[in-house]
């Protein structure tokens, strides 16, 4: 029996193009605005990539790392914005509570922690339930494990956040990056990474390509912490087409309109809340709470419980209007001033 010859992939499907763009385009005109993707995103603006382009796009399209476009010749900052399969999207750092673009089009996204003082439990049910919204399947990627003495312990933290979520240990600088990673890493997937700076993101790119095409840079002894390394948030592709994203570290990570999302984190604790004998619990002192009866029975981590309360009340701030907001700081106002009020007399 003859060997099976395998169609090779077009310069766009190693650039990640599917069905599912294709048939957002019109085959008579696309001549005239061919499909082309973002590859780099700049503070100038977008430099793009086609099967016979490679173009810089001036500020215009809101695009971000890993859209599609289609190219006007004519005027590239109206080049058109493809609908997007998944999109990574935050609450920019800072009070304007603006929404930041992180990148589209991911199909697995690997969230990166170090085994030492940088593995944070918290920040990574955040990146959980960032890929829970953004409908890319996350995968929990533990480096520096040859550095540390006990990292299964890390991985069995880490495993208990979703049971959606495999979590694989690996030393960034050996040759397991690519034996791990390959079932996510095939032609024409698009992967990302996404972590603090300095838990080995762009080793882990560097692994994936066997030599250096992403900047890295030790971390601190003192704290673990890491040094920016990744400036901007860039796509590099693999000999057989597979589009790796690397992206600089983020300080602040605030979430919005995630609230189905994290309830798929904590589905443990959500699944408990339905079981209250009040609608409105607020899972304190409450006759009948579930959670705190678990709590009591010790079948649930405080931990746990306190990092659920938290986020889920940063979600209820941030998709809230600034209506609501005002009108939930005049209602605290009034009460401090009925309480202080009260006192005086």
Known sequence: MGKISRREPSPLERLGWKPFFSQQTDVDAAADAPPVRVVEVHRTGLHVLGEKLDAFIPPG?????????????????????????????????????????????????????????????????RYVALAFEAEVTPVILLTKADLCDDPESYAKAASVIS?????????????????KL??????????????????????????????????????????????????????????????????????????????????DVFADIVALADQCRFSDCGHDSEPDCAIQGALARGEIDPNRLARWRKLAAEERFNSSTLAERKAAEKSLQKMINAVQQKNRK
């Not at 935050?90 to 085994?115: E, H, M, W, Y």
Request: glycine share 6%; proline share 5%; net charge neutral.
């Open 163 to 179: 049971n959606r979520v495999l979590v694989e240990v690996l030393d960034a600088l050996s040759d397991e990056p690519i034996a």
């Open 61 to 125: 399209p809101n695009a971000t790392v890993g859209d599609w476009l289609l190219y006007d010749p004519q005027k590239p900052s109206n080049s058109k914005v493809l609908e997007r399969r998944s999109v990574f999207e935050r609450r920019a750092p800072g009070s304007d509570r603006k929404r930041q673009l992180i990148a589209a089009n991911v199909d697995t996204v690997f969230i990166v922690s170090s085994c030492n003082k940088d593995f944070n439990i918290a920040r990574l049910e």
């Open 182 to 263: 390959a079932p996510w890493c095939k032609p024409g997937q698009t992967i990302a990474f996404l972590g603090s700076s300095g838990v080995g993101k762009s080793t882990l790119v560097n692994a994936l390509f066997r030599d250096g095409v992403a900047d890295t840079a030790a971390i601190r002894e003192d704290d673990s912490k890491g040094r920016h390394t990744t400036t901007r948030r860039q796509l590099h592709f693999t000999a057989d087409g597979c589009a790796v994203l690397d992206t600089p570290g983020m300080r602040e990570l605030q979430l919005t309109d995630v609230e189905a999302r994290i309830a």
